[in-house]
């Protein structure tokens, strides 16, 4: 193992020897390289002759770019064209986690440690499973989960997915939840919470939230390391009161000496910026110390360097200039409005009583999505075919249930939505 992994990892034992013993393999030997090119072209720096960097530079020393970039984008060269640190750039870092403070109150003053940028959620997803998953180890997911998972933990690095049933009565189910953490009997537990869901679309709400902390402090207690990624994609999107609406991050930050969060999150949902390709991943455990924080900072920006080196400059610079515009706040309200008028829009247009006979919404307040469970043995796939050919209407099939994109449908169409799905059923149920 080289030299600077082994430094990193005795700094992370020293804190907590736990952090180490969750880290995969791939996660132990990783490090960001402090010698070799960064080192050499970091020394350089300012230095009147710098041959050291793999950029181009005009002879006034600014970026060498092609003209006509210049009418498109209103922003000096430097945030423009060159390469960003594979950590992320520092000061939409800096901004990013004062912001987790700021939407999630209850984490006071919890030590955190510094976000990395990630090429949006699943690029830091994939870095969690470069980080702590390994061949054969298993993670915990509800049955309702983004399909994109099984490419990210289990072609990628390995993985089996286990799953709890999301729902009971209505609600989260503790029952299942806690009997498939408890049925894992390796001593590492992976866990991926997903709140706002996708694809339908639940956060658990206040009581809810405290049992599940409740079930995993049980596990952690009895001496199991566990890591717990949180995937925070739709995060702020929770239309309904008595829902929790911070990160379920600040409750796991200070839970246990045996449990790390991974805050998964960044602007693709919660911005409205899918294109743009940034993330952040954040760690959190009890009695972190900027030390363990920077140990793990290292290790996930070498991986970041190791795999797409680092983040779109251009993107990073864009999202730092709008989250210091003074209207920000203001326009990110206005979207969410929006998308909560669907949301109410779409709550009752379903509430209509012949539906029932046909289908029924899973439990949802939060999010993009919904899902319809179907009733009379009438199949998911033939509906969605249907839909296509006869209504014009596109819809997301998952195992039998169907998933609507309230956020992608204007407010005017959500009933006749609803309504085509009833005809359908109507249709196909002969
Ligand atoms: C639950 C969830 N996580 C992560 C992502 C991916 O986010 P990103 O586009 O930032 O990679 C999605 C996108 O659909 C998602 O639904």
Redesign the pocket.
Known sequence: MDTQALLLNANIEKVNANVLQMLSKRGRDIFFPKLGILAQAAQAKGKSINATIGEAFEDDGMSMHLPEFDLLVNMPTANIFPYAPSFGKPELRALWKESIYRKNSSLKDTIISNPIATN????G?SMAGYMFIGEGDTILLSNHY?E?YNLIFENNYGAKVETFELFANGGFNMVDFSKKLNSIMTEKIVILL?FPN?PSGYTPVKSEIKEIISEIKMVADKGKKVVVII?D??FGLVYEDNVFTESIFVELANLSENVLALKLD?P??EDYV?GF?V?FITYAIKGGTVELYEALENKTAGAVRGTISNISQLSQSLLYKVYSAPTYEQSKKAKYDVLKTRYTVLRNALSKQEYAEYFSPLPFNSGYFMCIELKKGLAAEDIRKHLLEKYSTGVIVLGNVIRLAFSAVPQIKLPELVENIYKACIDLDK
Request: aromatic share 16%; hydrophobic share 30%; charged share 15%.
């Open positions: 949006g959620l699943t690029h997803l983004w994109n997903n996708n995937d994609a739709y960044g693709t949902k899918w390709r993330g």
